[in-house]
Structures are given as structure tokens and as C-alpha cells.
Nanobody, 122 residues
Framework: VQLQASGGGLVQAGGSLRLSCAASGRTFSSRAMGWFRQAPGKEREFVAAINWSGDSIYYQDSVKGRFTISRDNAKNTVYLEMNSLKPEDTAVYYC????????????????WGQGTLVTVSS
């Protein structure tokens, strides 16, 4: 599985961005997908995850109510809609794919995209 994340950019605080992660391969629809982020000088952290069918979703507490993860299995794509962005959301955002839905357990993800930079100015 190859993953290609896109949609990052510079946005003012309070603004919105939509990240996309396009996957290659025929196994996308059976895989759990997650979004993680890594800010400068910090460890990679979990943001959101969705199971293969989209009926199980899990968020980090700090993004609940602001971010929405979704997927379109027909397009082999997972999305992260980010609203009410804050400067502390600034990070490189990575999408990841796993064979089993374990939510925020980073070791359950086998494949990673290259990351897309989100910068939120105050």
C-alpha cells in the first residue's frame, strides 16, 4: 500500500483545511486508516482513526468537535476535515494504514504516507 497525503498549507487561526490521503492497491477498503501529526521537536501523535467501513471512529481529545475523519472506499481516499484551527495544530500530518482497527495504537499501522505540512498562524 502506498499513501500520498495532500492538502496542507498555511492558514490563519480559526480557519479550515481538508487533508486527503490517496492510497494505491486493492486492499484499501479493508484497512483501518489513521491520521497522525508531528510538531517540531515533538513526538508523532495520534489525531484520528477510522475503521474499514467508517462506522468506528476515534479522535484525540484535543481535536474532538473540530476535526472530522472520513473515507471514500470507491476512491481509495481518506480525508481529515479540520475546522477552527489553532496554532498548536501546526505540524506535519501523516496518514497511515493498518490491517486492524486499534485506534490510536501507532504500532498497529503498517504503511505511512510522506506527510503534509499544516501551519496555523496566530
Amino acid at each position: 500500500v502506498q499513501l500520498q497525503a495532500s492538502g496542507g498549507g498555511l492558514v490563519q487561526a480559526g480557519g479550515s483545511l481538508r487533508l486527503s490521503c490517496a492510497a494505491s492497491g486493492r486492499t484499501f477498503s479493508s484497512r483501518a486508516m489513521g491520521w497522525f501529526r508531528q510538531a517540531p521537536g515533538k513526538e508523532r501523535e495520534f489525531v484520528a482513526a477510522i475503521n474499514w467501513s467508517g462506522d468506528s471512529i476515534y479522535y484525540q481529545d484535543s481535536v474532538k468537535g473540530r476535526f472530522t475523519i472520513s473515507r471514500d472506499n470507491a476512491k481509495n481516499t481518506v480525508y481529515l476535515e479540520m475546522n477552527s484551527l489553532k496554532p498548536e495544530d501546526t505540524a506535519v500530518y501523516y496518514c497511515a494504514a493498518g490491517s486492524t482497527f486499534y485506534g490510536d495504537y501507532i504500532d498497529s499501522y503498517d504503511y505511512w504516507g510522506q506527510g503534509t505540512l499544516v501551519t496555523v498562524s496566530s
